[in-house]
C-alpha cells in the first residue's frame, strides 16, 4: 500500500511539472494538496510519509477528527468545503488556509473569531459554473466585495477558488477554469491594502492538469493519490 501511494505521489507530481511546463510555469510554482475526504488515518500517513503534507478536508469534523489522529505528522491542514458559522471557532486554528469562503456573513465570522490571532489566510470562492447547487459568490460580486475587505482586519484574502460544473465535459471546465483566471487578472490591479489575489486553487483529480494549464497554483487532488486502493 505505502509504495502504490508513493508511486501515484510521484506520478501526480510529474504530470503537474509536465502541466506547468506547458503554462510557462515551473512545478514550485504550483501546490498539491492532497484531499483526504472519506479516507481512513492508515491512508493518510503514507502520502505525508511520499512527502505530501498539505492536506484538505471538505467537512470539518472530519478536518478536527484527522487533525487528532495525524497530530504526529508535519502535516498542513486545509479546508476546502463549506464552512458554517457555528464550526468556525474550532476550526481556525487547525487550517492554514480555507479555501471555501462563500458569503460576507462567514467573512465575518472569521474575522470575530480570530481577533488578536489573526490574521486568517482565505480564499473566495467563485461559483463560475453558475450551478445553483454550488455554493460561492457569483463573479459580479467580487469586485464591489474588494472594497469591503480592510473592514474584516483578522482575515487576509489571498486568491480565489472555485469547482468545475458537476455535469460539465473538459472543455467546460477549462472554459470555467479560464474565467476565474480572467476575473482574478481583471481585480488584482484593484485590490485594497492588504489584500492579493495571488492564489488561484481550481482542478481536481480529473480536471488539475487543465486547471494549471489555466492559471492554478494550488490544486486539490484526491482520487487519484489512492489509485488501485480504493
Known amino acids: 500500500m505505502e509504495k502504490l501511494i508513493a508511486e501515484n505521489v510521484a506520478e501526480i507530481r510529474a504530470r503537474i511539472a509536465r502541466a506547468a511546463e506547458r503554462s510557462g510555469r515551473t512545478p514550485d510554482r504550483i501546490a498539491l494538496v492532497a484531499v483526504t475526504k472519506y479516507v481512513l488515518a492508515e491512508l493518510i500517513r503514507p502520502v505525508a510519509a511520499a512527502g505530501c503534507c498539505e492536506l484538505g478536508e471538505s467537512r470539518p469534523q472530519q478536518l478536527w477528527e484527522k487533525a487528532e489522529l495525524l497530530a504526529d505528522l508535519p502535516v498542513r491542514w486545509h479546508l476546502i468545503g463549506h464552512l458554517q458559522r457555528n464550526k468556525v471557532r474550532r476550526t481556525l486554528p487547525l487550517t492554514v488556509l480555507i479555501h471555501s469562503v462563500d458569503s460576507r456573513r462567514l467573512l465575518a465570522a472569521i474575522d470575530q473569531e480570530a481577533g488578536d490571532a489573526g490574521p486568517v489566510r482565505v480564499l473566495l470562492e467563485v461559483n463560475v459554473s453558475g450551478e445553483s447547487a454550488k455554493f460561492g459568490f457569483q463573479p459580479d460580486e467580487i469586485e464591489p466585495l474588494l472594497a469591503e475587505l480592510p473592514n474584516f ?6 486568491g480565489l477558488m472555485c469547482m468545475a460544473g458537476l455535469e460539465g465535459r473538459p472543455d467546460d471546465a477549462r472554459r470555467e477554469f479560464a474565467a476565474l483566471r480572467q476575473l482574478r487578472d ?15 486553487s481550481m482542478g481536481m483529480s480529473g480536471d488539475f492538469e487543465a486547471a494549471i494549464e489555466e492559471g492554478a497554483t494550488i490544486v486539490r487532488v484526491g482520487s487519484a493519490l489512492f489509485k488501485g486502493i480504493l
Open 186 to 200: 481583471r481585480l488584482q490591479p484593484a485590490c485594497p491594502k492588504g489584500v492579493v489575489l495571488d492564489e488561484l
Open 153 to 158: 482586519a483578522n482575515v487576509s484574502v489571498r
